[in-house]
Protein backbone atom coordinates (compact mmCIF):
# COMPACT_ATOMS: atom_id res chain seq x y z
CA UNK A 1 0.00 0.00 0.00
CA UNK A 2 1.14 3.36 -1.25
CA UNK A 3 2.49 5.44 2.11
CA UNK A 4 0.26 9.04 2.31
CA UNK A 5 2.47 12.04 1.58
CA UNK A 6 2.26 13.15 5.33
CA UNK A 7 4.15 10.28 6.44
CA UNK A 8 6.59 10.71 3.60
CA UNK A 9 7.03 14.28 4.53
CA UNK A 10 7.61 12.88 7.70
CA UNK A 11 10.46 10.45 7.19
CA UNK A 12 12.32 12.90 5.47
CA UNK A 13 11.88 15.54 8.32
CA UNK A 14 12.70 13.13 10.57
CA UNK A 15 16.02 12.09 8.85
CA UNK A 16 17.44 15.96 8.15
CA UNK A 17 20.47 16.46 10.63
CA UNK A 18 17.91 18.28 13.38
CA UNK A 19 16.53 16.81 16.81
CA UNK A 20 12.87 15.04 15.67
CA UNK A 21 10.41 17.54 15.59
CA UNK A 22 12.83 20.66 16.72
CA UNK A 23 11.51 23.24 14.17
CA UNK A 24 7.95 22.83 15.52
CA UNK A 25 5.48 24.88 13.57
CA UNK A 26 8.05 25.29 10.77
CA UNK A 27 8.02 21.14 10.04
CA UNK A 28 3.55 21.37 10.34
CA UNK A 29 3.57 23.79 7.20
CA UNK A 30 5.85 21.97 5.48
CA UNK A 31 3.81 18.43 6.07
CA UNK A 32 0.40 20.83 5.28
CA UNK A 33 1.66 22.10 1.97
CA UNK A 34 2.75 18.72 1.04
CA UNK A 35 -0.18 17.56 1.78
CA UNK A 36 -2.52 20.16 -0.17
CA UNK A 37 0.09 19.69 -3.12
CA UNK A 38 -0.50 15.68 -2.69
CA UNK A 39 3.42 15.81 -3.41
CA UNK A 40 5.55 14.68 -1.22
CA UNK A 41 8.15 16.83 -2.62
CA UNK A 42 7.00 20.13 -4.63
CA UNK A 43 8.67 22.80 -5.90
CA UNK A 44 9.26 26.14 -4.36
CA UNK A 45 5.87 27.79 -4.62
CA UNK A 46 5.00 30.33 -7.52
CA UNK A 47 3.50 32.54 -5.23
CA UNK A 48 0.23 35.45 -5.74
CA UNK A 49 -1.67 37.42 -3.68
CA UNK A 50 -5.04 38.70 -4.38
CA UNK A 51 -6.59 41.94 -2.99
CA UNK A 52 -10.18 42.19 -3.17
CA UNK A 53 -11.53 45.65 -2.72
CA UNK A 54 -15.16 47.30 -2.36
CA UNK A 55 -17.62 49.35 -0.63
CA UNK A 56 -19.81 49.50 1.64
CA UNK A 57 -22.79 51.50 2.23
CA UNK A 58 -23.32 50.89 5.76
CA UNK A 59 -20.71 53.89 6.21
CA UNK A 60 -23.23 56.15 6.08
CA UNK A 61 -24.43 54.99 9.71
CA UNK A 62 -20.43 55.74 10.75
CA UNK A 63 -19.25 51.92 11.42
CA UNK A 64 -15.71 52.90 10.93
CA UNK A 65 -12.92 55.03 11.62
CA UNK A 66 -12.15 56.40 8.45
CA UNK A 67 -14.30 57.85 5.54
CA UNK A 68 -15.50 55.68 2.47
CA UNK A 69 -13.42 57.74 0.36
CA UNK A 70 -10.26 55.77 1.79
CA UNK A 71 -11.11 52.88 -0.22
CA UNK A 72 -10.39 54.31 -3.18
CA UNK A 73 -7.51 55.91 -1.85
CA UNK A 74 -5.98 53.13 -1.16
CA UNK A 75 -6.70 51.02 -4.14
CA UNK A 76 -4.81 54.24 -5.97
CA UNK A 77 -1.77 53.70 -3.50
CA UNK A 78 -2.03 49.82 -4.06
CA UNK A 79 -1.65 50.84 -8.39
CA UNK A 80 1.50 53.11 -6.62
CA UNK A 81 3.32 50.51 -4.92
CA UNK A 82 3.14 52.40 -1.58
CA UNK A 83 0.62 49.94 0.78
CA UNK A 84 1.84 47.31 2.88
CA UNK A 85 0.91 44.93 0.78
CA UNK A 86 3.04 46.11 -2.02
CA UNK A 87 5.68 45.87 -0.13
CA UNK A 88 5.75 42.65 1.88
CA UNK A 89 4.64 41.38 -1.92
CA UNK A 90 8.29 42.79 -2.98
CA UNK A 91 10.15 41.44 -0.26
CA UNK A 92 8.71 37.89 -0.60
CA UNK A 93 8.56 38.02 -4.57
CA UNK A 94 4.63 37.32 -4.61
CA UNK A 95 2.86 38.30 -7.77
CA UNK A 96 0.18 41.09 -6.79
CA UNK A 97 -3.35 41.76 -7.97
CA UNK A 98 -6.19 43.63 -6.72
CA UNK A 99 -9.31 43.12 -7.77
CA UNK A 100 -12.11 45.80 -7.96
CA UNK A 101 -14.96 45.03 -6.54
CA UNK A 102 -17.05 47.56 -6.59
CA UNK A 103 -14.95 50.16 -5.19
CA UNK A 104 -16.78 53.56 -5.93
CA UNK A 105 -19.90 51.53 -6.59
CA UNK A 106 -21.09 50.80 -2.58
CA UNK A 107 -23.51 47.92 -1.79
CA UNK A 108 -26.68 49.20 -0.22
CA UNK A 109 -26.82 49.75 3.64
CA UNK A 110 -27.51 46.71 5.18
CA UNK A 111 -29.34 48.08 8.10
CA UNK A 112 -31.82 49.58 5.82
CA UNK A 113 -32.29 46.85 2.70
CA UNK A 114 -30.40 43.66 1.30
CA UNK A 115 -26.46 44.92 0.98
CA UNK A 116 -26.97 42.65 -2.50
CA UNK A 117 -29.92 41.30 -5.07
CA UNK A 118 -29.38 36.96 -5.15
CA UNK A 119 -28.25 37.63 -8.59
CA UNK A 120 -25.40 39.91 -7.62
CA UNK A 121 -24.42 37.84 -5.35
CA UNK A 122 -24.34 34.98 -7.57
CA UNK A 123 -22.71 36.90 -10.20
CA UNK A 124 -19.72 37.87 -7.87
CA UNK A 125 -19.41 34.31 -6.54
CA UNK A 126 -18.84 33.00 -10.04
CA UNK A 127 -16.86 35.69 -11.61
CA UNK A 128 -14.09 34.61 -9.06
CA UNK A 129 -14.57 30.89 -8.92
CA UNK A 130 -13.45 31.64 -12.20
CA UNK A 131 -10.54 33.62 -11.28
CA UNK A 132 -9.66 30.94 -8.62
CA UNK A 133 -9.34 28.17 -11.31
CA UNK A 134 -6.99 30.86 -13.79
CA UNK A 135 -4.97 31.40 -10.45
CA UNK A 136 -4.54 27.45 -9.81
CA UNK A 137 -2.93 27.54 -13.53
CA UNK A 138 -0.57 30.11 -12.75
CA UNK A 139 0.41 29.80 -9.06
CA UNK A 140 0.95 26.75 -6.77
CA UNK A 141 0.00 28.93 -3.24
CA UNK A 142 -2.46 32.40 -3.61
CA UNK A 143 -2.99 34.89 -0.63
CA UNK A 144 -6.45 36.15 -0.34
CA UNK A 145 -6.66 39.86 1.16
CA UNK A 146 -9.50 42.57 1.44
CA UNK A 147 -9.29 46.04 1.72
CA UNK A 148 -12.98 48.33 2.25
CA UNK A 149 -13.88 50.64 4.46
CA UNK A 150 -16.70 49.28 6.77
CA UNK A 151 -16.19 46.17 5.94
CA UNK A 152 -15.95 44.18 9.67
CA UNK A 153 -19.35 45.00 9.78
CA UNK A 154 -20.85 43.06 7.57
CA UNK A 155 -18.20 40.78 7.83
CA UNK A 156 -19.18 40.39 11.94
CA UNK A 157 -22.82 40.31 11.37
CA UNK A 158 -21.92 37.34 8.66
CA UNK A 159 -20.54 35.60 11.42
CA UNK A 160 -23.28 36.19 14.19
CA UNK A 161 -26.04 34.42 12.12
CA UNK A 162 -23.88 31.15 10.89
CA UNK A 163 -22.55 30.67 14.40
CA UNK A 164 -25.65 32.18 16.48
CA UNK A 165 -23.35 34.37 17.86
CA UNK A 166 -24.62 38.07 18.95
CA UNK A 167 -23.08 40.92 17.43
CA UNK A 168 -20.95 42.07 20.61
CA UNK A 169 -19.23 38.50 20.62
CA UNK A 170 -18.22 39.03 16.69
CA UNK A 171 -17.66 43.05 16.64
CA UNK A 172 -14.70 44.40 16.90
CA UNK A 173 -12.71 47.74 16.71
CA UNK A 174 -11.71 47.63 12.54
CA UNK A 175 -9.43 50.01 11.87
CA UNK A 176 -9.59 51.54 15.55
CA UNK A 177 -12.77 52.28 16.74
CA UNK A 178 -13.49 54.01 20.44
CA UNK A 179 -15.90 52.75 22.67
CA UNK A 180 -19.16 54.80 22.04
CA UNK A 181 -18.19 53.89 18.17
CA UNK A 182 -17.49 50.29 19.03
CA UNK A 183 -21.00 50.04 20.86
CA UNK A 184 -23.02 52.11 17.92
CA UNK A 185 -21.49 49.38 15.41
CA UNK A 186 -22.96 46.90 17.49
CA UNK A 187 -26.00 48.08 17.31
CA UNK A 188 -26.19 48.70 13.79
CA UNK A 189 -24.97 44.81 13.33
CA UNK A 190 -28.22 44.11 15.70
CA UNK A 191 -30.92 46.07 14.06
CA UNK A 192 -29.51 44.51 10.59
CA UNK A 193 -29.97 40.97 11.72
CA UNK A 194 -33.37 41.72 13.02
CA UNK A 195 -34.50 43.58 9.76
CA UNK A 196 -33.31 40.53 7.87
CA UNK A 197 -34.06 37.79 9.99
CA UNK A 198 -31.73 35.56 7.92
CA UNK A 199 -31.56 31.71 7.90
CA UNK A 200 -28.39 30.17 8.17
CA UNK A 201 -29.59 27.35 6.51
CA UNK A 202 -29.67 29.78 3.66
CA UNK A 203 -25.98 30.72 3.37
CA UNK A 204 -26.33 32.83 -0.15
CA UNK A 205 -29.42 34.73 0.88
CA UNK A 206 -27.64 35.46 4.01
CA UNK A 207 -24.35 36.43 2.17
CA UNK A 208 -27.10 38.74 -0.33
CA UNK A 209 -28.75 40.22 2.91
CA UNK A 210 -25.51 41.08 5.17
CA UNK A 211 -22.28 40.93 2.83
CA UNK A 212 -20.40 42.76 0.22
CA UNK A 213 -19.32 42.44 -2.75
CA UNK A 214 -16.00 41.57 -1.65
CA UNK A 215 -17.04 39.46 0.67
CA UNK A 216 -18.99 37.94 -2.56
CA UNK A 217 -15.99 37.35 -4.16
CA UNK A 218 -13.73 35.73 -2.12
CA UNK A 219 -16.34 33.39 -1.33
CA UNK A 220 -16.49 32.62 -4.71
CA UNK A 221 -12.65 32.09 -4.91
CA UNK A 222 -11.85 29.99 -2.31
CA UNK A 223 -15.16 28.04 -3.55
CA UNK A 224 -12.86 27.79 -6.83
CA UNK A 225 -10.09 27.03 -5.59
CA UNK A 226 -10.93 23.91 -3.84
CA UNK A 227 -10.24 20.44 -5.43
CA UNK A 228 -7.84 22.47 -7.78
CA UNK A 229 -4.42 21.98 -5.89
CA UNK A 230 -4.21 25.78 -5.40
CA UNK A 231 -2.87 26.00 -1.98
CA UNK A 232 -5.57 28.84 -0.52
CA UNK A 233 -3.55 31.14 2.74
CA UNK A 234 -6.26 33.39 3.96
CA UNK A 235 -5.52 36.41 6.12
CA UNK A 236 -7.99 38.11 8.51
CA UNK A 237 -10.54 38.12 9.77
CA UNK A 238 -12.85 39.39 6.79
CA UNK A 239 -11.48 36.85 4.55
CA UNK A 240 -12.15 34.12 7.13
CA UNK A 241 -15.93 35.04 6.73
CA UNK A 242 -15.64 34.46 3.33
CA UNK A 243 -13.86 30.67 3.99
CA UNK A 244 -16.98 30.75 6.89
CA UNK A 245 -19.65 31.65 3.86
CA UNK A 246 -17.68 29.15 1.53
CA UNK A 247 -17.73 26.19 4.06
CA UNK A 248 -21.80 26.51 4.39
CA UNK A 249 -21.80 26.03 0.72
CA UNK A 250 -19.48 23.76 0.46
CA UNK A 251 -18.03 22.04 3.79
CA UNK A 252 -15.08 19.92 1.74
CA UNK A 253 -13.69 23.52 0.33
CA UNK A 254 -11.72 24.06 2.89
CA UNK A 255 -9.36 21.19 2.46
CA UNK A 256 -6.58 23.36 0.88
CA UNK A 257 -6.47 26.19 3.16
CA UNK A 258 -3.92 27.63 5.03
CA UNK A 259 -5.03 29.61 7.91
CA UNK A 260 -2.18 32.09 8.10
CA UNK A 261 -2.53 34.50 11.56
CA UNK A 262 -4.70 35.02 14.32
CA UNK A 263 -5.14 38.92 14.02
CA UNK A 264 -6.16 41.33 16.64
CA UNK A 265 -9.68 42.18 15.63
CA UNK A 266 -12.01 40.74 18.57
CA UNK A 267 -14.30 38.18 16.24
CA UNK A 268 -10.90 36.38 14.39
CA UNK A 269 -9.97 33.83 17.29
CA UNK A 270 -13.66 33.11 18.02
CA UNK A 271 -14.41 32.50 14.24
CA UNK A 272 -11.10 30.00 13.62
CA UNK A 273 -12.35 28.40 16.96
CA UNK A 274 -15.47 28.20 14.68
CA UNK A 275 -13.71 26.72 11.80
CA UNK A 276 -12.24 23.99 14.08
CA UNK A 277 -8.66 24.99 12.52
CA UNK A 278 -5.37 27.02 14.03
CA UNK A 279 -3.64 29.66 12.38
CA UNK A 280 0.12 29.47 12.29
CA UNK A 281 1.01 32.76 13.92
CA UNK A 282 -0.03 36.08 16.10
CA UNK A 283 1.81 38.56 15.68
CA UNK A 284 -1.35 41.19 16.80
CA UNK A 285 -1.57 42.28 13.14
CA UNK A 286 -4.59 43.79 12.20
CA UNK A 287 -4.11 45.49 8.92
CA UNK A 288 -6.05 43.58 6.48
CA UNK A 289 -4.82 43.70 2.57
CA UNK A 290 -3.53 39.86 2.75
CA UNK A 291 -0.86 40.90 5.18
CA UNK A 292 -0.49 38.01 7.45
CA UNK A 293 -0.90 35.77 4.20
CA UNK A 294 1.82 37.29 2.83
CA UNK A 295 3.82 36.89 5.82
CA UNK A 296 2.70 33.51 6.10
CA UNK A 297 4.01 32.49 2.41
CA UNK A 298 7.39 34.17 3.52
CA UNK A 299 7.27 31.43 6.63
CA UNK A 300 6.07 28.80 4.18
CA UNK A 301 9.35 29.66 1.76
CA UNK A 302 11.57 29.45 4.86
CA UNK A 303 10.23 26.50 6.18
CA UNK A 304 10.51 24.37 2.38
CA UNK A 305 13.87 25.40 1.71
CA UNK A 306 15.09 24.10 5.48
CA UNK A 307 12.98 20.62 3.92
CA UNK A 308 14.53 20.70 0.25
CA UNK A 309 18.20 21.80 1.59
CA UNK A 310 19.08 20.10 4.55
CA UNK A 311 21.29 17.24 4.80
CA UNK A 312 19.91 13.82 5.79
CA UNK A 313 22.28 12.27 9.16
CA UNK A 314 23.26 9.81 5.95
CA UNK A 315 24.39 12.41 3.48
CA UNK A 316 26.30 14.75 6.64
CA UNK A 317 27.59 11.13 8.18
CA UNK A 318 26.15 12.49 11.46
CA UNK A 319 25.28 9.71 14.32
CA UNK A 320 21.47 9.35 14.82
CA UNK A 321 20.27 9.60 18.62
CA UNK A 322 21.69 6.65 21.14
CA UNK A 323 18.00 6.36 22.87
CA UNK B 1 14.76 69.62 23.41
CA UNK B 2 15.10 66.89 20.51
CA UNK B 3 12.83 64.00 20.66
CA UNK B 4 13.88 60.42 21.33
CA UNK B 5 14.34 58.01 18.72
CA UNK B 6 11.65 55.90 19.77
CA UNK B 7 8.96 58.89 19.31
CA UNK B 8 10.25 59.88 16.16
CA UNK B 9 9.83 56.50 14.87
CA UNK B 10 6.51 56.07 16.02
CA UNK B 11 5.51 59.28 14.70
CA UNK B 12 6.70 57.86 11.09
CA UNK B 13 5.11 54.38 11.94
CA UNK B 14 1.27 56.37 12.69
CA UNK B 15 2.09 58.34 9.35
CA UNK B 16 2.08 55.46 7.25
CA UNK B 17 -0.84 54.51 5.19
CA UNK B 18 -2.24 51.90 7.71
CA UNK B 19 -4.41 51.74 10.80
CA UNK B 20 -2.37 52.91 14.05
CA UNK B 21 -0.43 49.69 15.47
CA UNK B 22 -1.92 47.88 13.00
CA UNK B 23 1.10 46.04 12.06
CA UNK B 24 1.20 44.62 15.89
CA UNK B 25 4.53 43.02 16.75
CA UNK B 26 6.29 44.33 12.96
CA UNK B 27 6.06 47.54 14.41
CA UNK B 28 7.62 46.93 17.56
CA UNK B 29 10.50 45.02 16.19
CA UNK B 30 10.68 48.69 14.49
CA UNK B 31 10.83 50.59 17.21
CA UNK B 32 13.28 47.96 19.22
CA UNK B 33 15.92 47.77 16.36
CA UNK B 34 15.72 51.77 15.57
CA UNK B 35 16.14 52.46 19.76
CA UNK B 36 19.48 50.27 19.77
CA UNK B 37 20.72 51.40 16.78
CA UNK B 38 19.81 55.48 18.06
CA UNK B 39 18.91 56.08 14.34
CA UNK B 40 15.13 56.70 13.11
CA UNK B 41 16.22 55.71 9.75
CA UNK B 42 18.98 53.17 9.55
CA UNK B 43 19.86 51.32 6.97
CA UNK B 44 18.66 48.01 6.35
CA UNK B 45 20.80 45.93 8.33
CA UNK B 46 24.31 43.70 7.52
CA UNK B 47 23.48 40.86 9.13
CA UNK B 48 25.75 38.09 10.75
CA UNK B 49 24.97 34.87 12.35
CA UNK B 50 27.45 33.67 15.20
CA UNK B 51 27.12 29.68 15.89
CA UNK B 52 29.28 28.67 19.24
CA UNK B 53 30.13 25.63 18.81
CA UNK B 54 31.47 23.35 22.56
CA UNK B 55 31.91 19.85 24.02
CA UNK B 56 31.43 18.81 27.41
CA UNK B 57 32.58 16.33 29.66
CA UNK B 58 28.78 15.81 31.20
CA UNK B 59 28.04 13.94 28.57
CA UNK B 60 29.62 10.88 29.60
CA UNK B 61 26.83 10.79 32.82
CA UNK B 62 24.42 9.85 29.34
CA UNK B 63 22.35 13.64 30.01
CA UNK B 64 21.61 13.67 25.67
CA UNK B 65 19.94 11.70 23.29
CA UNK B 66 22.53 12.15 21.01
CA UNK B 67 26.65 11.11 21.30
CA UNK B 68 29.27 13.72 22.20
CA UNK B 69 30.65 12.61 18.19
CA UNK B 70 27.42 14.77 17.20
CA UNK B 71 29.02 17.91 18.31
CA UNK B 72 32.11 17.39 16.08
CA UNK B 73 29.91 15.95 13.07
CA UNK B 74 27.39 18.69 13.30
CA UNK B 75 30.45 21.30 13.32
CA UNK B 76 31.69 19.22 9.63
CA UNK B 77 28.00 19.57 8.94
CA UNK B 78 27.90 23.57 9.16
CA UNK B 79 30.86 23.38 7.10
CA UNK B 80 29.50 21.93 4.32
CA UNK B 81 26.40 23.94 4.36
CA UNK B 82 24.09 21.45 5.16
CA UNK B 83 22.35 22.12 8.63
CA UNK B 84 19.16 24.23 9.38
CA UNK B 85 21.17 27.33 10.31
CA UNK B 86 23.21 27.16 6.97
CA UNK B 87 19.73 27.38 5.36
CA UNK B 88 18.48 29.93 7.04
CA UNK B 89 21.37 32.09 6.80
CA UNK B 90 21.29 31.17 2.70
CA UNK B 91 17.94 32.09 2.73
CA UNK B 92 17.61 35.29 4.76
CA UNK B 93 21.30 36.65 3.14
CA UNK B 94 22.65 36.36 6.83
CA UNK B 95 26.54 35.82 6.79
CA UNK B 96 27.43 32.96 9.06
CA UNK B 97 30.36 32.58 11.15
CA UNK B 98 31.04 28.85 13.30
CA UNK B 99 33.38 29.38 16.35
CA UNK B 100 35.56 26.14 17.29
CA UNK B 101 34.94 26.85 21.27
CA UNK B 102 37.07 23.35 22.37
CA UNK B 103 34.96 20.83 19.99
CA UNK B 104 36.79 17.45 20.75
CA UNK B 105 38.12 18.68 23.97
CA UNK B 106 35.38 18.73 26.02
CA UNK B 107 35.28 20.76 29.76
CA UNK B 108 35.62 18.33 32.53
CA UNK B 109 32.65 16.59 33.55
CA UNK B 110 30.61 19.01 35.98
CA UNK B 111 29.22 16.75 38.70
CA UNK B 112 32.76 15.76 39.37
CA UNK B 113 35.11 18.85 39.20
CA UNK B 114 34.69 22.51 37.88
CA UNK B 115 33.83 22.30 34.37
CA UNK B 116 36.69 25.23 33.78
CA UNK B 117 39.27 26.75 35.65
CA UNK B 118 38.75 30.54 36.29
CA UNK B 119 41.69 31.41 33.92
CA UNK B 120 40.21 29.25 31.11
CA UNK B 121 37.04 31.10 31.54
CA UNK B 122 38.10 34.35 31.72
CA UNK B 123 40.18 33.69 28.63
CA UNK B 124 36.76 32.36 26.52
CA UNK B 125 35.19 35.88 27.67
CA UNK B 126 38.35 38.14 27.07
CA UNK B 127 38.48 36.31 23.18
CA UNK B 128 34.67 36.85 22.37
CA UNK B 129 34.65 40.06 23.86
CA UNK B 130 37.11 41.08 21.15
CA UNK B 131 35.21 39.09 18.58
CA UNK B 132 32.02 40.88 19.36
CA UNK B 133 33.62 44.36 18.80
CA UNK B 134 35.29 43.05 15.56
CA UNK B 135 31.72 42.22 14.48
CA UNK B 136 30.41 45.51 15.78
CA UNK B 137 32.35 47.35 12.76
CA UNK B 138 31.43 44.75 10.19
CA UNK B 139 27.66 43.79 10.43
CA UNK B 140 24.73 46.01 11.97
CA UNK B 141 22.82 43.10 13.31
CA UNK B 142 24.45 39.53 15.21
CA UNK B 143 22.42 36.69 15.75
CA UNK B 144 23.83 34.75 18.57
CA UNK B 145 23.27 30.65 18.18
CA UNK B 146 25.47 27.32 19.56
CA UNK B 147 25.83 23.80 19.28
CA UNK B 148 27.51 21.63 21.33
CA UNK B 149 25.68 18.23 22.56
CA UNK B 150 25.05 17.76 26.34
CA UNK B 151 24.76 22.12 26.57
CA UNK B 152 21.28 21.95 27.85
CA UNK B 153 22.67 20.12 31.39
CA UNK B 154 25.55 23.42 32.01
CA UNK B 155 22.43 25.80 30.82
CA UNK B 156 20.03 24.74 33.48
CA UNK B 157 22.82 24.62 36.27
CA UNK B 158 23.74 28.00 35.77
CA UNK B 159 19.63 28.99 35.53
CA UNK B 160 18.82 27.21 38.96
CA UNK B 161 22.26 28.96 40.70
CA UNK B 162 21.32 32.52 39.32
CA UNK B 163 17.10 32.02 39.45
CA UNK B 164 17.39 30.05 43.03
CA UNK B 165 15.28 27.18 40.81
CA UNK B 166 15.20 23.49 41.77
CA UNK B 167 16.67 21.81 38.31
CA UNK B 168 13.57 20.34 38.20
CA UNK B 169 12.56 23.67 37.16
CA UNK B 170 15.04 24.76 34.94
CA UNK B 171 15.91 21.42 33.14
CA UNK B 172 14.53 20.45 29.56
CA UNK B 173 14.46 17.45 27.27
CA UNK B 174 17.18 19.35 25.17
CA UNK B 175 17.14 17.49 21.80
CA UNK B 176 14.83 14.78 23.11
CA UNK B 177 15.14 12.85 26.51
CA UNK B 178 12.35 10.61 27.53
CA UNK B 179 11.12 10.73 30.65
CA UNK B 180 13.54 8.44 32.41
CA UNK B 181 16.54 10.30 31.17
CA UNK B 182 15.39 14.02 31.88
CA UNK B 183 14.86 12.45 35.96
CA UNK B 184 18.22 11.30 35.62
CA UNK B 185 19.48 14.93 34.02
CA UNK B 186 18.16 16.66 36.61
CA UNK B 187 19.33 14.34 38.88
CA UNK B 188 22.95 15.30 38.04
CA UNK B 189 22.48 18.95 37.99
CA UNK B 190 21.65 18.61 41.71
CA UNK B 191 24.32 16.74 42.07
CA UNK B 192 26.83 18.81 40.17
CA UNK B 193 24.84 22.01 42.66
CA UNK B 194 25.66 20.13 45.76
CA UNK B 195 29.05 19.63 44.56
CA UNK B 196 30.07 23.07 43.99
CA UNK B 197 28.45 25.08 46.30
CA UNK B 198 27.99 27.85 43.44
CA UNK B 199 27.62 31.61 44.95
CA UNK B 200 25.47 33.84 42.97
CA UNK B 201 26.83 36.61 43.79
CA UNK B 202 30.35 35.49 41.74
CA UNK B 203 29.14 34.92 38.62
CA UNK B 204 32.67 33.77 36.92
CA UNK B 205 32.91 31.46 39.66
CA UNK B 206 29.72 29.85 39.13
CA UNK B 207 30.53 29.66 35.12
CA UNK B 208 33.38 28.16 35.75
CA UNK B 209 32.19 25.57 38.13
CA UNK B 210 28.87 24.50 35.99
CA UNK B 211 29.52 26.41 32.51
CA UNK B 212 30.95 25.44 29.46
CA UNK B 213 33.15 26.97 26.78
CA UNK B 214 30.88 27.94 24.14
CA UNK B 215 28.37 29.08 27.23
CA UNK B 216 31.03 31.14 28.34
CA UNK B 217 32.41 32.83 24.71
CA UNK B 218 29.06 33.80 24.03
CA UNK B 219 28.60 35.52 27.10
CA UNK B 220 31.96 37.27 26.21
CA UNK B 221 30.09 38.20 23.33
CA UNK B 222 26.86 39.72 24.83
CA UNK B 223 29.44 41.79 27.10
CA UNK B 224 31.78 42.74 24.07
CA UNK B 225 28.66 43.80 21.90
CA UNK B 226 27.08 45.90 24.87
CA UNK B 227 27.33 49.51 24.16
CA UNK B 228 28.63 49.54 20.08
CA UNK B 229 25.65 49.80 18.83
CA UNK B 230 25.52 46.14 17.64
CA UNK B 231 21.77 44.64 17.63
CA UNK B 232 22.75 41.60 19.07
CA UNK B 233 19.77 38.93 18.41
CA UNK B 234 19.67 36.16 20.94
CA UNK B 235 18.67 32.48 19.97
CA UNK B 236 17.23 29.70 22.55
CA UNK B 237 17.72 28.34 26.40
CA UNK B 238 21.42 27.82 26.00
CA UNK B 239 21.95 31.33 24.23
CA UNK B 240 19.58 33.09 27.04
CA UNK B 241 21.54 31.76 29.54
CA UNK B 242 24.99 33.13 28.54
CA UNK B 243 23.00 36.68 28.36
CA UNK B 244 21.81 35.57 31.81
CA UNK B 245 25.78 35.16 33.20
CA UNK B 246 26.50 38.29 30.72
CA UNK B 247 23.42 40.32 32.88
CA UNK B 248 24.79 39.38 36.44
CA UNK B 249 28.55 40.56 35.18
CA UNK B 250 27.34 44.11 33.91
CA UNK B 251 23.55 44.60 34.19
CA UNK B 252 23.39 47.36 31.84
CA UNK B 253 24.33 44.96 28.75
CA UNK B 254 21.32 43.78 27.17
CA UNK B 255 20.56 47.44 26.74
CA UNK B 256 20.88 46.01 22.54
CA UNK B 257 19.63 42.90 22.91
CA UNK B 258 16.80 41.45 21.07
CA UNK B 259 15.13 38.14 22.54
CA UNK B 260 13.81 36.29 19.39
CA UNK B 261 12.03 33.67 20.10
CA UNK B 262 10.33 31.64 23.19
CA UNK B 263 11.47 27.91 22.45
CA UNK B 264 9.76 24.69 23.13
CA UNK B 265 13.01 23.80 25.66
CA UNK B 266 11.27 23.49 29.66
CA UNK B 267 13.30 26.25 30.95
CA UNK B 268 13.13 29.25 27.99
CA UNK B 269 10.10 30.95 29.05
CA UNK B 270 10.60 30.71 32.89
CA UNK B 271 14.05 32.20 31.82
CA UNK B 272 12.71 34.90 29.90
CA UNK B 273 10.49 35.96 32.30
CA UNK B 274 13.60 36.05 34.91
CA UNK B 275 15.08 38.50 32.57
CA UNK B 276 12.02 40.29 32.71
CA UNK B 277 11.94 40.43 28.65
CA UNK B 278 9.44 39.46 26.17
CA UNK B 279 10.63 37.00 22.69
CA UNK B 280 8.95 38.16 19.65
CA UNK B 281 7.65 34.93 18.30
CA UNK B 282 7.30 31.40 19.74
CA UNK B 283 7.12 28.49 16.51
CA UNK B 284 7.91 25.76 19.11
CA UNK B 285 11.18 25.54 18.18
CA UNK B 286 13.93 23.74 19.87
CA UNK B 287 16.82 22.98 17.36
CA UNK B 288 19.01 25.62 18.37
CA UNK B 289 22.34 26.85 16.06
CA UNK B 290 20.50 30.36 16.02
CA UNK B 291 17.90 28.55 13.95
CA UNK B 292 15.42 30.87 15.90
CA UNK B 293 17.55 34.19 15.38
CA UNK B 294 17.88 33.70 12.01
CA UNK B 295 14.04 33.99 11.57
CA UNK B 296 13.39 36.92 13.53
CA UNK B 297 16.55 38.77 11.60
CA UNK B 298 14.38 37.49 8.66
CA UNK B 299 11.49 39.13 10.23
CA UNK B 300 13.12 42.20 11.37
CA UNK B 301 14.21 42.36 7.59
CA UNK B 302 10.49 42.88 6.50
CA UNK B 303 9.49 44.58 9.39
CA UNK B 304 11.87 47.40 8.29
CA UNK B 305 11.25 46.97 4.64
CA UNK B 306 7.44 48.44 5.66
CA UNK B 307 8.77 50.88 7.56
CA UNK B 308 11.29 52.45 4.87
CA UNK B 309 9.33 51.46 2.03
CA UNK B 310 5.52 52.14 2.46
CA UNK B 311 3.84 55.39 1.87
CA UNK B 312 3.04 58.11 4.56
CA UNK B 313 -0.81 59.28 4.05
CA UNK B 314 0.02 62.74 2.61
CA UNK B 315 2.10 61.29 0.03
CA UNK B 316 -0.51 58.71 -0.99
CA UNK B 317 -3.22 61.44 -0.55
CA UNK B 318 -5.16 59.04 1.88
CA UNK B 319 -7.78 60.62 4.12
CA UNK B 320 -6.75 60.02 7.56
CA UNK B 321 -9.14 58.87 10.71
CA UNK B 322 -12.24 60.60 10.53
CA UNK B 323 -12.52 60.26 14.65
Known amino acids: MPRSVAAQVEQRLNSLTKPTGSLGRLEEMVVHYCRIKGNPMPPMPRKGMFVFCGDHGVTEE???????????????????????I?????????DA??????IGRPTRNLVREPAMTPAETAESI????????????????????????????????????????????????GSGLDNRMLLHKIAIIEKAIALHQPDAANPMAVLAALGGREIAAMTGFILGAAHTGLAVVLDGFIVCTSALV??????????????????????????????????????????????????????????????????????????????
Open 86 to 94: NVLCRHYAI
Open 97 to 102: RFVDCG
Open 62 to 84: GVSAYPREVTRQMAANFEGGGAA
Open 126 to 173: ALRRRMAREAAEKFDAAGIGEMGIGNTTPAAALFSVFAGLPPSQTAGR
Open 246 to 323: AWRIDPTCLNNAIFSHCSAETGHGRLLDHLGVTAYFGFGMRLGEGSGAAVMLGLLDTALRLYREMATFEEAKVAERVQ
